[in-house]
């Protein structure tokens, strides 16, 4: 692997950390649950950034030297480790962090400048010693807090999250289980690919705190799916009774691109509106719509889990046409309850294979 690819690859890894730390921070500002982990992403961002070989060129040639820029990115390292420790209190259920936790991070902090001010031109190895210990006892913590709740807690994303944070800062592990190594045979060159693990290191911590834009994300994506699905057959009902429309219907695009009402209540609005036209279309539902509903859905070979949706349909669309037409009302019953339990995913799931079933059985039902 060559060293060229390694820089870039760490260069790609480190910006994505902070494209996950900008993309969070404003979620993560306003949840107290979440600003610790935020901010042991975004200090270790900023230690990786501090690592980086163009960084480091960079200060050699402004500045002379850039054994001031490895110190900074020592004591960020030793503020990201005690943030990754005040995470894991707050995941292992610990309501208060203890008291000790800041003052300990500070005077890690003192110690490691005196050593560096006492050492001269390059670093000791109690120095070193010292920032190795700590990451790698943070990090083993980290990875067996994370590993123990992660496959305790039943919510999907949080698992997720814990995992792919734990397995990041495995390959942390890694990195400065490495430098141990290096300063243990005293040679800086052993093992020469150790930006790898920093650089997986980044990719998967980014990854961790993105959770939660993901799980949003294809919760808009699913939403917007059942929304575009559920479309004709809700358009239909609201021209037929504008009255239980919460606004005038437009077209299928605009409706999914520029909604009327907060993105993540379309679906809910769609559902609530359908399910009230559905039932003022009652009082006009044909005499003997349903068993005739279910002898036509019978002989179109729906698959038997889309029959009942496919039967409503049928009698909704017999009852639409009968509306529109001026007929008078009457006392009748849908002939299907619609789905038996299960809350808005089941009445979802209901109504898009009514909508399915919308277009072609239901309109040719009612037309014919």
């Known amino acids: 692997m060559s060293g060229d690819f390694e820089a870039h690859a760490q260069a790609a890894g480190v910006i994505l950390l902070w494209v996950a730390v900008l993309v969070r921070a404003r979620g993560a500002l306003r949840c107290a649950a979440q600003r610790a ?7 270790a961002a900023l230690a990786m950034t501090l690592n980086l070989p163009f960084v480091t060129r960079t200060a050699a040639e402004v500045f002379g030297r850039s054994a001031e820029l ?15 420790l005040h995470f894991l209190l707050a995941t292992a259920g610990v309501r208060r962090v203890p008291r000790v936790l800041v003052p300990a991070v ?10 560096d001010r006492c050492a001269g031109s390059a670093p000791s190895a109690a120095y070193r010693v010292i920032v190795i210990c700590v990451h790698i006892v943070v990090n083993t913590l980290c990875v067996l807090v994370c590993w123990h709740h992660g496959r305790r807690t039943g919510n999907p994303s949080l698992a997720a999250g814990l995992r792919l944070f734990g397995l990041g800062t495995a390959f ?21 690919h150790l930006t790898v693990a920093l650089t997986l290191h980044a990719l998967l911590r980014a990854a961790a705190i993105l959770v939660p834009v993901f799980a949003a994300a294809r919760r808009l994506a699913s939403d917007a799916r059942t929304a575009w699905r559920l479309w004709p057959l809700w358009y239909d009902l609201m021209v037929a009774v504008p009255q239980v429309a919460l606004t005038a219907p437009r077209g299928r695009v605009a409706e999914l691109l520029r909604p009327l009402v907060p993105r993540n209540l379309l679906v809910y609005r769609k559902v609530i509106e359908t ?9 006009h539902i044909p005499a003997g719509a349903a068993g005739l ?26 009852a639409r046409a009968a509306r529109l037409a001026g007929r008078p009302e009457q006392v009748a019953d ?35």
């Not at 490895?70 to 990754?84: C, E, F, K, P, Q």
């Not at 500070?106 to 050593?115: A, E, Q």
């Not at 799931?349 to 014919?368: H, N, Y």
Request: glycine letters at 14%; proline letters at 5%; hydrophobic letters at 55%.
């Open 293 to 318: 509903a279910r002898q036509y859905v019978a002989g179109r070979s729906v698959p038997p889990h889309r029959a009942a949706a496919a039967e409503l349909a049928c009698v909704v669309a017999a």
């Open 275 to 283: 399910r009230d036209a559905i039932i003022a279309l009652q009082g």
């Open 106 to 115: 500070g005077l890690t902090i003192v110690l490691l400048v005196v050593l």
């Open 334 to 368: 849908f002939g299907h309850p619609g789905p038996a339990g299960g809350g808005l995913d089941a009445e979802k799931a209901f109504l898009v294979d009514m909508a399915a079933a919308w277009p072609g059985i239901a309109r040719d039902f009612a037309e014919g």
């Open 70 to 84: 490895t110190v900074a990115r020592n004591l960020v390292g030793v503020v990201s480790a005690g943030a990754v």
């Open 37 to 43: 982990l935020w901010l042991a992403v975004g200090t």
């Open 172 to 192: 942390a592990w890694v990195y400065w289980a490495g430098q141990g190594v290096r300063l243990a045979v005293g040679d800086a060159t052993a093992l020469p």
